[in-house]
């Protein structure tokens, strides 16, 4: 063979491209651009744009090994890995790429003489199969390579028509197969045995591109090769499966030594599995949080809790009850941080993304796990029962399908997914705000790109610009000539209006023409990359394509933004400087009135580190540096140390901003021309936003003196009403909370006196040794004393009471059980169980003494009855 380790593949297909003419290119991130997919999927993507005409690629070939995850969306195989020899979540893909170069005539020869020449395999043990109607395609494997015809194959759609997604780039594709049985002599190829034949190599020719409305062709036919990294290296290195290569195989031997278990190879037992799902859940954990996803209950965040979950309910299935994934991190940093230097800069925030994750989650496996046990012992898992595990003990129910489909049992999802509905529609308060919509079929917009090329933007120098030109007017869903009323989208060829990026809102402001007519510009957006679009109402006159227009922002508006943008960029740096340099960026608004910044963070923040922050934050500002913002090439942002914030995307030249002597980060919003014009910063609010996830909100300048202002008014208001200083109002309330508690505590007092009379009174009143009663305006912590005081006075018996909470919105039970039943095995839990779940809620697990409720309280009635006949069964299986 001519290739024998995993760095030696890339490298050699790395080399054998660049070699003819393609330009290598870095892995991309695995959180992709294109929002028809969750996750970088294939090599492709990162090109969508090229391949679609969107976007003028820099280059006419290229050549990539890109990492992706399948694991949610249309690729979804989640589920598969660990139980067969082909599924994985993470992988690498070779791949080269033409776009509107070389196509088959190239494509298919160089695939050919790769395989057989670099790769070293045998071409008498290699079949290919292309679409049933490539003509051209067959010709070339069998007339340019020699391929003889009874090992080309012609296959339909369904394997030989590849697409991205739902929409977006597709084409024929022709694949290369391995024999691995040749010494059975001729077979039938791979369209009648998928197991002798294993393919590795997918030259997919692009030439469509799938919309909704139907396919229409590409504007150049282009090339995408993708080849299963480990796929091949299985092949190469001469191993029966993916999980042997000395790609995974290190990992899985780092599983059993955390969980103490051998390993015994393909397809094993429900141990090997178990063994293989934490060797390949770590490492695709390990890459999805390297590039900044965390896990939440959405979208990528909940594939990363789902993919973490899975693995740790693995490791609780061969016994390991210690942390796991942290050492399933550290495996997976040593093994491929050479090829991917990223994951060693992460090494820290990975493992501490992890280690919180498993920690709440074994709680949560343990409780969850007790539960569906005795479900599944009784039979399928109701839609109720479900329910109850997800939205009570947040027990995940692809964890209740995956473990119920393995005991060979059914889960009601159809009801599950009702009641799920039901909650969501309950709780939903106000629908959410739309985003900008294009106001014409994206066709028009692509047509006026075409034909002009990007807007320039002019606004980084001047807030009006003279002399510009109206190349394009879109009004009432196309393209016009001239509008005098309706609202219009109008395009120029130059513009100081900044349209919405990178968190920052559009420009405001006018347009004014040579004519004499004036538009005021309420928004500004891109209706495609590049294509500047300003919304706009034609306040006087009429407007006509070709117009010469003068262009005028808000500029008193555009300096707010510009303080508010600058200011992200201080906090984030004053943030990492207090957190750790693990917080990271998630998300951003910055408007005229106030800014908000998203970031990655595990824990609350303290309001002594809110403080240290907005104190360091205006440490910069009153130092009054300068800040430079200049475009470089991306390597050199990544040698100077840029940081780059979240969901941007950039080009091989970038754009950095230096916020004083401290703040590196590629950018390219508006910003001011020194610290000092920021003013002051004044942080607002800070909260969870999510899992892992914390957003602060400040305001800048004259904002944050009006805040400032706000507040000494309302602290003076409360001196007043305090009847003292502002001075003197911590030591003032500090004495009010003091003459509460004692209040309180004789309040206590009184109470528990009462309580102990109302007990005996209770106590005497058992029937068959159950008391059983209702109190209304009780709050549950009344509801437990009273229910101690009963049982206390009961010299056998249970005691069950129900009540609404003094403000009506939820409902309460309590049971205590006396110490002779509880030793005859009656539980408190028990009783109170059924009868908790009829208010819609849950309860503890003691046998002496539980107290429980939910927001059912039509139905505490009917939990008293449910609750007492339950005391009085169990009393009787005493005997």
């Not at 780059?644 to 970038?654: L, Q, R, W």
Request: with cysteine; hydrophobic share 40%; charged share 25%.
């Amino acid at each position: 063979m001519g290739v024998a380790t995993a760095a030696e593949l890339r490298r050699a297909y790395i080399d054998f491209f660049a070699a003819r003419g393609h330009t290598i290119v870095p892995s991309a991130s695995l959180i992709p651009h294109d929002p028809t997919v969750l996750f970088t999927v294939a090599g492709m993507v990162p090109f969508k744009p090229y391949f679609t005409g969107d976007e003028t690629p820099p280059f006419k070939r290229a050549v990539s090994v890109q990492k992706c995850v399948r694991a949610g969306g249309k690729h979804n195989d989640l589920e598969e890995v660990g139980r067969t020899n082909r599924h994985l979540t993470f992988f690498e893909m070779l791949g080269n790429f033409s776009f509107g170069d070389y196509f088959k005539s190239e494509a298919i020869p160089w695939a050919w003489e790769l395989v057989t020449t670099v790769f070293g395999l045998d071409p008498e043990r290699l079949w290919v199969t292309v679409h049933e109607t490539d003509n051209e395609a067959e010709a070339i494997w069998r007339d340019v390579v020699g391929l003889p015809p009874e090992r080309i194959q012609r296959l339909g759609d369904e394997t030989n028509l590849w697409a991205m997604g739902d929409t977006g780039p597709c084409g024929y594709n022709s694949e290369i197969f391995l024999d691995l049985k040749p010494e059975l002599g001729p077979g039938g190829g791979p369209a009648v045995d998928e197991d002798r034949y294993v393919e590795f190599w997918n030259l997919v020719f692009m030439q469509f591109d799938q919309r909704v409305d139907g396919t229409v062709p590409l504007p150049a036919p282009s090339v995408d090769t993708g080849a299963g990294f480990e796929r091949c290296l299985a092949i190469l290195q001469g191993v029966d499966t993916i999980w042997d290569t000395d790609l995974i195989r290190p990992l899985i031997a780092a599983a059993e030594r955390v969980a103490a278990q051998a390993y015994g190879g393909f397809p094993g037992t429900a141990r090997d599995v178990s063994l293989r799902i934490l060797a390949e859940h770590g490492r695709a954990m390990t890459f999805l949080i390297a590039d900044d996803v965390v896990p939440s209950n959405e979208e990528r965040g909940y594939v990363l809790r789902r993919i973490i979950r899975r693995a740790v309910r693995h490791a609780y299935l061969l016994g390991v009850h210690d942390l796991v994934m942290p050492s399933m991190v550290d495996a997976t940093v040593e093994l491929m941080a050479d090829a991917y230097p990223e994951l060693r800069a992460a090494h820290d925030r990975i493992r501490t993304v992890v280690t919180r994750e498993e920690e709440r989650f074994r709680a949560t496996l343990e409780r969850g796990l007790a539960l569906l046990d005795d479900v599944l012992a009784r039979g399928d898992v109701s839609g109720d029962d479900a329910f109850y595990l997800h939205d009570t003990l947040g027990f995940p129910i692809d964890l209740t399908r995956e473990i119920a489909s393995e005991r060979g049992q059914h889960v009601d999802l159809e009801s599950f997914e009702a009641l799920m509905q039901r909650q969501r529609d309950q709780a939903r308060g106000a629908q959410k705000a739309e985003g900008v919509k294009l106001r014409a079929p994206v066709e028009v917009y692509r047509e006026l790109l075409d034909d002009h090329g990007p807007t320039e933007f002019t606004g980084r120098r001047e807030y009006e610009t003279t002399g510009a030109k109206v190349l394009g007017l879109v009004s009432g869903g196309e393209r016009v000539m001239r509008t005098t009323g309706e609202p219009v989208d109008v395009f120029l060829d130059r513009t100081p209006f900044y349209a919405e990026a990178g968190g920052q809102v559009g420009d405001t402001g006018t347009i004014e023409t040579e004519a004499g007519a004036t538009l005021r510009v309420t928004d500004t957006q891109y209706a495609l990359p590049g294509l500047v679009a300003h919304r706009a109402e034609v306040v006087s006159g009429e407007i006509v394509e070709g117009d010469g227009v003068t262009a005028r922002i808000d500029g008193e508006r555009r300096d707010a933004i510009r303080r508010n943008h600058t200011a992200t960029h201080v906090l984030h740096w004053a943030l990492r400087e207090v957190l750790g340099p693990h917080v990271k960026q998630a998300g951003s608004f910055v408007g005229p009135d106030r800014l908000r910044f998203d970031f990655s963070h595990h824990e609350a923040v303290t309001r002594e580190q809110l403080d240290q922050v907005e104190d360091l934050a205006n440490r910069e500002v009153i130092g009054d540096a300068p800040v430079r913002h200049y475009e470089t090439t991306r390597e050199h942002a990544q040698e100077l140390g840029a940081i780059a914030f979240f969901g941007e995307k950039y080009g091989d030249v970038v754009r950095v901003l230096e916020a004083g002597e401290h703040s590196i980060e590629l950018c390219g919003g508006t910003h001011v021309h020194a610290l000092g014009f920021i003013g002051p910063i004044k942080i607002v609010s800070e909260g969870s936003i999510g899992s892992n996830l914390r957003r602060i909100e400040a305001v800048t300048g004259t904002g944050a003196l009006e805040r400032i202002h706000e507040e000494e008014v309302e602290l003076r208001e409360v001196a007043s009403l305090l009847r003292s200083t502002p001075p003197e109002i911590p030591e003032r309330i500090r004495a009010l909370q003091a003459e509460l508690r004692d209040r309180n505590d004789e309040l206590k007092s009184l109470r528990s006196q009462v309580a102990a009379g109302e007990a005996v009174t209770l106590a005497a009143g058992a029937r068959d040794g159950v008391v059983a009663t209702h109190r209304d305006g009780a709050s549950a912590d009344e509801l437990s004393r009273l229910a101690q005081a009963v049982r206390d006075a009961l010299e056998s018996g249970v005691v069950v009471l129900t009540g609404a909470s003094p403000d009506g919105g939820k409902a309460g039970i309590a049971v205590g059980v006396t110490r002779d039943l509880v030793d005859r095995g009656v539980s408190a839990a028990e009783i109170a169980q059924p009868a908790a779940k009829v208010l819609g809620g849950g309860t503890a697990r003691r046998p002496d003494l539980v107290v429980g409720g939910g927001p059912n309280v039509g139905a505490v009635a009917e939990a008293l009855e449910v609750a007492a006949a339950k005391a009085r069964e169990a009393i009787a299986s005493t005997g």
